[in-house]
Nanobody, 123 residues
Framework: QVQLVESGGGLVQAGGSLRLSCVAS????????MGWFRQAPGKKREFVAS????????LYIDSVKGRFTISRDNAKNTVYLRMNNLKPEDTAVYYC????????????????WGQGTQVTVSS
């Protein structure tokens, strides 16, 4: 397994932008797929985006398509989530996850999770 640490969250007005980062440490020589989930107060954790090891296969939930972009820099063991045109409904704790299996990342059954970073969007 790898250890994951997120950063980049904060308070932003609607229409603003943030870039989240997730740095991996530990067994980073494995080809890990990575993803982002979020959990709003009183709601279940939901999938947001995923990216495969090579970065050429990405997936997004419909509500963030065209606004969020997931990317990765394998040399830095880092995955990013660029969030533009943020909306109040994007307010949540954002978690990154990783696994050798892209399917496990998307399903949320991966073995590695970060501690989360809070994103708050004011109207």
């Amino acid at each position: 397994q790898v250890q994951l640490v997120e950063s980049g969250g904060g308070l932003v007005q609607a229409g603003g932008s943030l870039r989240l980062s997730c740095v991996a440490s530990g067994r980073t020589n494995s080809a890990y797929a990575m993803g982002w989930f979020r959990q709003a107060p009183g709601k279940k954790r939901e999938f947001v985006a995923s990216i495969n090891w090579s970065g050429d296969d990405t997936l997004y939930i419909d509500s963030v398509k065209g606004r969020f972009t997931i990317s990765r820099d394998n040399a830095k063991n880092t995955v990013y989530l660029r969030m533009n045109n943020l909306k109040p409904e994007d307010t949540a704790v954002y978690y990154c996850n990783g696994d050798r299996s892209l399917a496990a990342v998307v399903a949320g059954t991966s073995g590695s999770w970060g501690q989360g970073t809070q994103v708050t969007v004011s109207s």
